[in-house]
């Protein structure tokens, strides 16, 4: 046995390790984003954590349930479990391999020591051996690719994190938009109504005609309908809401308004080789690249031949008392050699087919490199003009809402028709409406930016948030 173990380190100490090494691919690029907005020094947004950026309170309450209770979660927690566990596997093929073999006859059937031998012996111990040298770095390669695997699990850990903290933020942002524009909506079906019941009056009087009365009663069925539908969008936002953060269906209990959520007036995207670093489902497409990358060494080592050490030790006696004595011990040892000789072509395809999953790998690296610079230029050029978007509408509710006062006063005096005040109305509703869709999407993107950029969730956000 200390031949085979000094015969087995000098072929380790020899051994070569097939396949191309891992490096990773390089990405041309500008020294900073194309709609990023003042000094590409400043540090990124990604760097602030997420209950930091978003401090609804309520807010950071569902962001903490969906971190415990949502199942997207745990699935790609459990798939961590389970690659750690495949690695550990991989692991061991460094070690030798032993198989315990005994018998204990009860009766007088035959004992076969050696498979397909009679044997003498009733009573019989013995260990097998089997310990592959890794001549060519087959197991090396097949331990790289495990560990790439593993570390591309724990990247897709990181990147569902990021996207439920996200998601968990837009739907929230949604839900406020939807109370909001109930509201206006509420305010607006009793602005008809009152509208209505003055053109009634009006008619009784002989100061107006039907028409007038129908057109309003029209806008006020309009408003009632918009409230419903509202109100439908509402109760599915807040059931969405709910499986995010696992729970059954349920009121989603709401703190700020949409008005007064608070964000940072500057978003600054940092420098773009920092995305390549942190954006978690690159990392994660890099590792899969890896992966791919040492199982083509594993495909080119399978094509040669194989030695393996071996060696026997046990104790065998016709009598149990005499078992455990030293006439009855027994050893041997030795080495095996084995190579492919018919299956050569077809350990050739699957090397072929390693080298083409690479190419896979890498052109899907590549895409998604190219998809997270899209997301982040997306979500930069959608802060800056919802922000001023924002902005022009809040002017335009002002003017408009003064005009319909102006309106309304006129047509109660008698020196305007129903056609101005059913205009500046309609065009104030609609205007509301679609200044709380600007708000909404201009929280949204900041937390839409804040994704792109890979923030929300690192070790030290963990740790941070452990603290609090």
């Known amino acids: 046995m200390r031949t085979v173990l000094v015969i087995g380190i000098s072929l380790l100490l020899l ?32 760097n602030v954590p997420w209950w930091d950026l978003l401090r609804d309170e309520e807010l950071q309450q569902l962001i903490r349930l969906a971190l415990a209770e949502n199942k997207d979660l745990h699935r790609a927690v459990a798939a961590v479990e389970e690659f750690r566990a495949r690695a550990l596997i991989a692991r061991s093929d460094y070690l030798p391999q032993v198989t315990v073999v ?7 059937k035959a004992n076969f020591l050696f498979p397909g031998f009679a044997s003498p012996f009733n009573y019989y111990l013995m260990g097998n051996l089997a310990w592959e040298i890794d001549l060519w770095g087959r197991v090396r390669r097949s331990n790289e690719a495990a560990r790439a695997d593993l570390l591309s699990k724990e990247e897709n850990r990181r990147a569902v994190t990021i996207q439920l903290v996200s998601a968990v933020g837009e739907a929230y942002f949604n839900l406020l938009q939807l109370d909001a ?11 008809w109504e009152e509208s209505a019941r003055i053109a009634q009056a009006r008619l009784k009087q002989g ?53 007064d959520q608070l964000m940072p007036p500057d978003v600054p995207a940092g420098l773009p080789s920092e995305l390549l670093q ?10 899969q690249l890896a992966a ?21 030790l046990g104790v065998a006696h016709p009598e149990l008392s005499l078992l455990f004595t030293d006439a009855s011990s027994f050893g041997v040892a ?26 896979q790998a890498l052109a899907q690296y590549e895409q998604a490199v190219l998809t997270a610079f899209r997301e982040v230029e997306d979500s930069l050029v959608a802060v800056r003009t919802a922000r001023t978007q924002n902005e022009a509408q809040q002017q335009q509710v002002t003017a408009l809402q003064s005009a319909l006062k102006l309106a309304e006063l006129r047509y109660k005096g008698g020196l305007a028709n129903y056609l ?33 950029l890979g923030g929300g969730w690192s070790p030290e956000t963990v740790s941070a948030e452990q603290k609090r």
């Open 292 to 312: 791919a990358t040492a199982r083509i060494g594993v495909a080119k080592a399978e094509r040669f031949p194989k030695i393996t050490l071996t060696g026997l």
């Open 102 to 108: 005994t018998s204990l006859p009860a009766g007088r």
């Open 334 to 359: 030795g080495a095996a050699l084995a190579g492919p000789i018919l299956n050569s072509q077809v350990l050739g395809f699957q090397q072929e087919a390693a080298e083409a999953q690479s190419k």
């Open 15 to 46: 051994s070569c390790t097939m396949g191309p090494d891992y490096k990773r691919p390089k990405m041309e690029g500008d020294d900073r984003f194309r709609m990023a907005e003042g000094s590409a020094d400043l540090p990124s947004l990604a």
């Open 181 to 191: 524009q109930l509201d206006i909506a509420r305010r607006t079906l009793q602005s």
């Open 420 to 452: 101005e005040v059913l205009v500046a109305r309609r065009s104030l509703f609609e205007a509301e409406l679609g200044m709380t869709a600007t708000r909404r999407l201009h929280l949204a993107s900041v937390v839409q930016l804040y994704k792109a």
């Open 207 to 259: 100061l107006s005609s039907r028409l007038d009365l129908d057109q309003f009663e029209s806008e006020r069925a309009n408003a009632a309908a918009r409230l419903a539908e509202l109100e439908r969008q509402m109760v599915q936002v807040e059931n969405h809401l709910s499986v995010l953060v696992g729970r059954q269906p349920f009121a989603i209990p709401r703190g700020k308004g949409l008005q």
């Open 278 to 287: 942190r954006r978690p489902d690159l990392l994660e497409a890099e590792r």
